[in-house]
Structure formats: C-alpha cells, structure tokens
C-alpha cells in the first residue's frame, strides 16, 4: 500500500523538522504540508495547502486531494490568546480534521494526535515521575485547550472509528526553536552580550525544573506511534529527566565561553509556574522502542551554531 503523510501545522518548529524527518528517511513518502502560514521551501506547490483548519470546505478539499494513510497533527495555537482563540483553533479545528477523514474513509489510515505534556500541570512531588495515568489539572487557557483536544481525539477514535494515537510532548528544544520559548530566548540574549548588544540577561523563575527533549527525537517517536503505537492509547515523549532553567543558562554560558549579570524581570514571573516536571518514559520504551539520543548539552550547542 503507497504510504503518504500530512503534518498539520507543517510551518511551525515542529512541523519543519518532522518534515525534513520523513524527506530523508522515507524519500518514497509522498508528504503534504498545510498550516495558515505560507509554504516553505520544504514542500513543492502541488503538496502543500495554506488554509484554517477550522474551514470544514477547505480542510475537505486538502484530504480529498492528499488521501493521507498518516497524519501528524501538529497544529495548533500556543501563545498571546485568550481562552475562546485556543479553544476555537486547538479543539474546533482539530474536530474540523477527524470529521473530514473519517468521512473520507481512507484505508490504513493511522493519525498520531499531537498534545503537550502542559496539560498534567500542577503535579505533586510524591506524583513524580508523571507516568500517562497522571490526571490532568492544567493552569494555562492553552493547556485547558490541549486537554480538551485530548479528549476529543478520544472521542473520535470511538465515534468515528479513527486509528488515533496521542504523543503528549513535553518541552521540546533544538536548532529553528521560536525565540519566545525557553532556552532559545536565553541563547539570543547571549548572542546579544557576546556581540556587546548588551551587558546581562534576563530571566524568569529560574529554579522551575523541566524535562526537554530534543525535537528530532520528539519526532522518532511520532514515527514509530505510526507503527508501534496501540490504538488509542497515550505516549509520554520526553527525556526523562528534569532540568532547572538556572541549569540552562550556566551551560549556554558555557558553550558561549563568557558570563554576564542575570537579573530577574517581573514581567517575567508567572504565577502559575509549576516547580517540577519530569516524565516517566517507560511506557514508550516498553511499546514503542523508543529512547532519546541526543544529549542536552548537544541540542544546545546547536542551537547555538544555528545561531551564528
């Protein structure tokens, strides 16, 4: 059966490197992009759509035309919305997708149900590592829109016989990261005091703990959900490991080779940081096969590079 893959969200951070991904390891893949930005080099005119997922005509047309047998949802709006945008883009628009290709009625069709580990939000100590069965208690609008995106992935596998798997993501970090995101934020402020743009950084919490992964292996994992996942069921994509952010800014220091003042910026502060985040990944070892390869120190040292 001709294989070919739809990464939704297919501009974004994400997106581009599952995109590169499947170009280099699956040449005989036919890959279509859509995403309400326009298209990248990445894909040729003929297999990419700029469109809103929440136009049901438009979504419609793009399935009927691609006939995907693999869709990586990826997208979704992250930041500087209100509760009614996230909702509208994240749960309307993802319903908008799971109608059409249930109504397509697309033979061997597998869809990997991007979330984000934002959605277990407030977790206590004693609930460390946060296996799949940690209940959700999300702080954020965006992390409430991710849970309720969840929730309808599962719905859809029931009431529309969807093949869904869900990876829940958790801080995802390396080369083509959006500056607003920790730790590429802290890597342009070095880049500015290494080219005497400025004498300091500036910072949030820094003693919040997070576990990262890096991307391109956030994005072995979205591969092997497509075969080795169980139908319905939800994977943990992280290191397995947390990290402070203070950590992060010493080792961007470091492979910077200088240092410079930190000062704390209130605007920075978040009240409804969460302390500690740290996944188990056994279950995605176990079932999927899958273990992270690339080492914290060597995702940020590309992103550095990337930089320059």
């Given at each position: 059966?001709?294989?070919?893959?739809?990464?939704?969200?297919?501009?974004?951070?994400?997106?581009?490197?599952?995109?590169?991904?499947w170009?280099?390891?699956h040449p005989?893949?036919?890959?279509?992009?859509?995403s309400?930005?326009p298209?990248?080099?990445?894909?040729a005119?003929?297999?990419?759509?700029?469109?809103?997922?929440?136009?049901?005509?438009?979504?419609?047309?793009?399935?009927?035309?691609?006939?995907?047998?693999?869709v990586?949802?990826l997208?979704?709006l992250?930041?500087?919305?209100?509760?009614?945008?996230?909702?509208?883009?994240n749960?309307?628009?993802?319903?908008?997708?799971?109608?059409?290709?249930?109504?397509?009625?697309?033979?061997?069709?597998?869809?990997?149900?991007?979330?984000?580990?934002?959605?277990?939000?407030?977790?206590?100590?004693?609930?460390?590592?946060?296996?799949?069965?940690?209940?959700?208690r999300?702080?954020?609008?965006y992390?409430v829109s991710?849970?309720?995106?969840?929730?309808?992935?599962?719905?859809?596998?029931?009431?529309?016989?969807l093949?869904?798997?869900?990876?829940?993501?958790?801080?995802?970090?390396?080369?083509?990261?959006?500056?607003?995101l920790?730790?590429?934020?802290f890597?342009?402020?070095?880049?500015g005091?290494?080219?005497?743009m400025?004498?300091r950084?500036?910072?949030g919490?820094?003693?919040?703990r997070?576990?990262?992964?890096?991307?391109?292996?956030a994005?072995?994992?979205?591969?092997?959900?497509?075969?080795?996942?169980?139908?319905?069921?939800?994977?943990?994509?992280?290191?397995?490991?947390?990290?402070?952010?203070?950590?992060?800014?010493?080792?961007?220091?470091?492979?910077?080779?200088?240092e410079?003042?930190?000062?704390?910026?209130?605007?920075?502060?978040?009240?409804?940081?969460?302390?500690?985040v740290?996944?188990?990944?056994?279950?995605?070892?176990?079932?999927?096969?899958?273990?992270p390869?690339?080492?914290?120190?060597?995702?940020?040292?590309?992103?550095?590079?990337a930089?320059?």
């Amino acid at each position: 059966m001709a294989v070919s893959l739809l990464i939704t969200g297919a501009t974004g951070f994400v997106g581009t490197c599952a995109a590169r991904f499947w170009r280099e390891q699956h040449p005989d893949v036919d890959v279509w992009g859509t995403s309400d930005r326009p298209r990248t080099d990445g894909f040729a005119p003929e297999r990419y759509r700029q469109l809103d997922l929440r136009d049901t005509s438009a979504v419609r047309a793009l399935i009927e035309d691609a006939r995907p047998t693999r869709v990586l949802h990826l997208a979704s709006l992250i930041a500087g919305a209100d509760l009614e945008s996230f909702l509208s883009v994240n749960v309307l628009g993802t319903d908008r997708l799971y109608e059409a290709l249930a109504d397509a009625d697309i033979s061997g069709l597998r869809v990997v149900q991007v979330t984000s580990a934002a959605m277990y939000g407030r977790v206590r100590d004693d609930e460390l590592p946060i296996t799949e069965e940690q209940p959700f208690r999300p702080v954020t609008a965006y992390a409430v829109s991710k849970a309720a995106q969840e929730h309808l992935s599962i719905a859809a596998g029931y009431a529309r016989s969807l093949w869904i798997v869900r990876a829940r993501a958790f801080n995802m970090l390396g080369p083509g990261q959006p500056e607003h995101l920790v730790p590429m934020t802290f890597a342009r402020q070095i880049r500015g005091v290494a080219a005497g743009m400025a004498d300091r950084i500036r910072v949030g919490l820094t003693s919040a703990r997070r576990d990262f992964v890096d991307v391109r292996d956030a994005v072995a994992a979205f591969e092997l959900m497509f075969e080795r996942g169980a139908r319905g069921e939800a994977y943990n994509v992280a290191s397995g490991r947390d990290v402070s952010v203070d950590e992060i800014i010493r080792e961007l220091f470091d492979i910077a080779g200088l240092e410079a003042a930190i000062e704390v910026d209130p605007e920075r502060l978040r009240p409804v940081d969460v302390p500690v985040v740290r996944a188990d990944i056994s279950k995605a070892r176990r079932e999927l096969m899958w273990e992270p390869r690339i080492a914290l120190r060597r995702s940020l040292e590309d992103m550095w590079e990337a930089l320059s």
